[in-house]
């Protein structure tokens, strides 16, 4: 069927009676209940030979006709391969990639940038349709300025395990930070939740309404004006490690956005925060086995860190 990458026709089961279309789809294609919604609100959905809404009910011996678009919209995503990104692992249901700084996970409002997958799609990878159009295939974030190993779904039903996964934070996140001066204690756990900063929107804050946020973090190294943490995310909110340790006085080297101090960042020549996600495990979506990917330190951060170790 041309433009389109799939299409299925499907009877209704008994046991599906009297549910809304949307909930039918996700059961019976696997798909997320909002890509179904968005499937039926794009058109690309017919009950009985007839349009249909999302809030619709199905009947037993039903025919649901589902066409399913070949691709994203291209002004939303620019096709594009993106020089410094590497791919660890690769397999139907999901690919594994070494993110460097500079490059968005996804096109957002602002950014006019390189973006994770538009080298997906520039390099002829077919990701999963699930998620808002700019953002499909996407379980997971990256900040612009934090380097390191993410995956992405290739499948639908691979969208929907690891989404769960890590809403359900089964999923192993390690990282590893450069922060200004020694924490104290050299081992332990931020438990304060993060919301959007009252006065600047690009940044965050620990605020007493924000929400739920836990950091695990241990002293690796302790230097004369730095520490080595190896940090676990048990939650995954936006800018987190950088919030929870300016909280506790204790930036990541170059982040200046969370209170750096900026003649240390120009000393080790950082332009960026400190942060690289080193480590991702995870339940295999499709196969249920336990597998884990690494990402080695870029070379602007193993520089600063043995600037740092070298002051000693």
Same mark, same amino acid.
């Given at each position: 069927?041309?433009?389109? $990458? ?19 789809? $996700? ?16 058109? @690309?959905?017919? =009950? ?7 809030? !619709? ?6 025919? =649901?006709?589902?066409?399913? #678009? ?35 996970? @996804? ?13 997906? $799609? ?11 159009? &700019? ?41 590893? !930070?450069?922060?200004?001066?020694? #924490?104290? #204690? ?42 080595? =943490? ?13 919030? @929870?340790?300016?909280? /506790? ?27 690289? !996600?080193?480590? /991702?495990?995870?339940?295999? #979506? ?7 990917? &690494? ?18």
């Amino acid at each position: 069927m041309s433009g389109y $990458a799939d299409h299925r026709t499907v009877i209704v089961p008994e046991g599906l009676a009297g549910e809304r279309v949307d909930a039918a789809m $996700a059961r019976m294609f696997g798909f997320s209940r909002t890509r179904a919604a968005d499937l039926i609100a794009q058109g @690309h959905v017919q =009950l009985d030979g007839g349009e249909v809404g999302k809030s !619709a009910r199905v009947h037993t011996g039903s025919m =649901l006709d589902v066409a399913i #678009p070949v691709e994203v919209d291209p002004l939303e995503i620019k096709a594009e391969i993106v020089e410094g990104i590497k791919i660890l692992h690769d397999d139907d249901s999901i690919v594994v990639v070494d993110k460097p700084v500079g490059v968005a996970v @996804h096109p957002s409002p602002g950014w006019s940038g390189p973006t994770v997958v538009g080298h997906l $799609a520039g390099a002829g990878f077919r990701i999963s349709t699930s998620g808002a159009s &700019e953002r499909q295939g996407i379980v997971q974030r990256l900040d612009v300025g934090t380097s390191g190993v993410m995956v992405i779904t290739k499948s639908e039903r691979a969208y929907s395990v690891l989404k769960n996964a890590f809403r359900d934070r089964t999923v192993d996140k390690t990282y590893r !930070a450069l922060v200004q001066g020694h #924490p104290d #204690p050299l081992e332990g756990t931020i438990d304060a939740p993060i919301g959007r900063h009252p006065r600047h929107d690009y940044k965050f804050a620990v605020m007493a309404d924000g929400r739920h946020s836990v950091t695990h973090y241990e002293t690796l190294e302790a230097h004369r004006f730095a520490s080595l =943490l190896e940090v676990h995310l048990e939650t995954g909110r936006t800018h987190q490690i950088r919030v @929870h340790m300016a909280a /506790l006085k204790h930036p990541c080297v170059g982040d200046l956005t969370y209170g750096a101090d900026p003649v240390l960042a120009a000393r080790v020549g950082l332009e960026r925060q400190w942060l690289h !996600a080193t480590k /991702l495990g995870f339940e295999h #979506p499709e196969t249920g086995e336990y597998v884990e990917f &690494e990402s080695a330190l870029p070379d602007d951060l193993a520089h600063a860190l043995e600037v740092i170790r070298d002051s000693d």
